[in-house]
């Protein structure tokens, strides 16, 4: 059984970071592509930045220049670094991973969620 957590979601003021964490863990052959998405309040959830297992990534429009995206393939985690947050950035923030538990067949997984809330 393969599980993702994530953690260091809080409350943050405008201007502020944070760090969010997503380790992966269980039955785990490899991990292909790792990414952050997010939903507001009333909001459907939508992709911030994705990174593949050779550490290639790509950003929502929204997220470009403010946050940054890593993995830790020894660790089987992935990062976002977040900076400069808005009051727009305030959603629960969810970790998805394509994880291999055998040489070729991948499922694909979901975090439980953490919640970022960006006061004004």
């Known amino acids: 059984q393969v599980q993702l957590v994530e953690s260091g979601g809080g409350l943050v003021q405008a201007g502020g970071s944070l760090r969010l964490s997503c380790a992966a863990s269980?039955?785990?052959?490899?991990?292909?592509?790792m990414a952050w998405y997010r939903q507001g309040p009333g909001q459907q959830r939508e992709r911030v930045a994705s990174?593949?297992?050779?550490?290639?990534?790509n950003y929502a429009d929204s997220s470009k220049g403010r946050f940054t995206i890593s993995r830790d393939n020894a660790k089987n985690t992935v990062y976002l670094q977040m900076n400069s947050l808005k009051p727009e950035d305030t959603a629960v923030y969810y970790c998805?991973?394509?994880?291999?538990?055998?040489?070729?067949?991948?499922?694909?997984?979901w975090g439980q969620g953490t919640q970022v809330t960006v006061s004004s």
């Open positions: 998805n991973a394509n994880i291999y538990t055998m040489p070729t067949i991948a499922y694909n997984f």
């Open positions: 269980g039955s785990i052959f490899r991990i292909g592509a």
């Open positions: 990174i593949t297992s050779g550490g290639s990534s």
